[in-house]
């Protein structure tokens, strides 16, 4: 599969002047297959890195006394949601006021499962969407909807984001603001509205700043023979860094 460049394709560029190719939900879905079943990481060590970085943005957005913040991460049942368990146990493992809330947690997938049985091991709390909304909250990490997004969130997942975003806590999305196609941008029902996006590997051609809020990109640890397995030009945006700011042109 290679990338085409369209009128409509969005750029993206690092502070550095590095440009970093967008792709469809459909190249990424062939990135992820091709590292999975060829060249790795396999979909732990992808999900492990996801979780970190979102954990240490987190910690940089929220500065000075981060650690007394009353953190909660909204977590759906797939890859996202596994990247968003992994964030909440790396920020209860270092003594954050951490509350992890899955969106319908007879549902998860097995990965994420996995990441829900090593977060229970921690100090973070895990509660239920109908009680999510009892304390204040002081940061929001959304890990519902990843690049799947089919149709309009239902059920409790679209419950979650109206909750989110009528807290008027400050919001940090995993990969895009659930709800947003990756592809094409459209919200065809809820979506999040975040003041930081943390998107993953590759930003998706759907993503703008106006829906992303601060934009950055992650690095999942994927050898650029992936990348170029789908015709990608890419040249490493990350230089001595995990994670790096994107402007979008």
């Given at each position: 599969?290679?990338?085409?460049?369209?009128?409509?394709?969005?750029?993206?560029?690092?502070?550095?002047?590095?440009?970093?190719?967008?792709?469809?939900a459909d190249q990424m879905r062939a990135v992820d297959r091709i590292a999975i079943e060829e060249t790795g990481?396999?979909?732990?060590?992808?999900?492990?890195?996801?979780?970190?970085?979102?954990?240490?943005?987190?910690?940089?957005?929220?500065?000075?006394?981060?650690?007394?913040?009353?953190?909660?991460?909204?977590?759906?049942?797939?890859?996202?949601?596994?990247?968003?368990?992994?964030?909440?146990?790396?920020?209860?493992?270092?003594?954050?006021?951490?509350?992890?809330?899955?969106?319908?947690?007879?549902?998860?997938?097995?990965?994420?499962?996995?990441?829900?049985?090593?977060?229970?091991?921690?100090?973070?709390?895990?509660?239920?969407?109908?009680?999510?909304?009892?304390?204040?909250?002081?940061?929001?990490?959304?890990?519902?909807?990843?690049?799947?997004?089919?149709?309009?969130?239902?059920?409790?997942?679209?419950?979650?984001?109206?909750?989110?975003?009528?807290?008027?806590?400050?919001?940090?999305?995993?990969?895009?603001?659930?709800?947003?196609?990756?592809?094409?941008?459209?919200?065809?029902?809820?979506?999040?509205?975040?003041?930081?996006?943390?998107?993953?590997?590759?930003?998706?051609?759907?993503?703008?700043?106006?829906?992303?809020?601060?934009?950055?990109?992650?690095?999942?640890?994927?050898?650029?023979?992936?990348?170029?397995?789908?015709?990608?030009?890419?040249?490493?945006?990350?230089?001595?860094?995990?994670?790096?700011?994107?402007?979008?042109?």
């Open positions: 599969m290679s990338i085409r460049a369209t009128e409509t394709t969005r750029r993206f560029f690092t502070q550095t002047g590095i440009e970093v190719p967008a792709v469809t990481p396999n979909l732990l060590q992808m999900m492990e890195n996801a979780g970190r970085s979102l954990a240490q943005l987190a910690i940089a957005v929220l500065g000075q006394g981060w650690d007394k913040a009353r953190v909660v991460v909204l977590a759906g049942v797939g890859g996202n949601g596994g990247g968003g368990i992994c964030a909440a146990r790396h920020l209860a493992n270092r003594g954050a006021n951490l509350r992890l809330c899955l969106a319908e947690p007879d549902r998860l997938r097995d990965v994420p499962a996995y990441q829900r049985r090593i977060f229970q091991f921690t100090s973070g709390q895990e509660v239920d969407a109908a009680r999510v909304g009892e304390e204040p909250v002081d940061l929001i990490l959304d890990a519902l909807i990843g690049y799947s997004l089919r149709s309009a969130p239902r059920g409790p997942v679209a419950e979650l984001i109206r909750w989110a975003n009528g807290t008027h806590a400050p919001i940090l999305s995993l990969d895009l603001p659930s709800g947003v196609d990756a592809t094409s941008g459209e919200t065809p029902g809820d979506g999040i509205k975040p003041q930081w996006t943390l998107t993953l590997a590759l930003p998706k051609t759907g993503l703008s700043l106006e829906k992303t809020g601060n934009l950055f990109l992650a690095d999942l640890g994927i050898p650029i023979e992936t990348y170029h397995r789908i015709g990608l030009s890419y040249v490493t945006p990350f230089g001595n860094c995990f994670w790096v700011p994107l402007t979008d042109r």
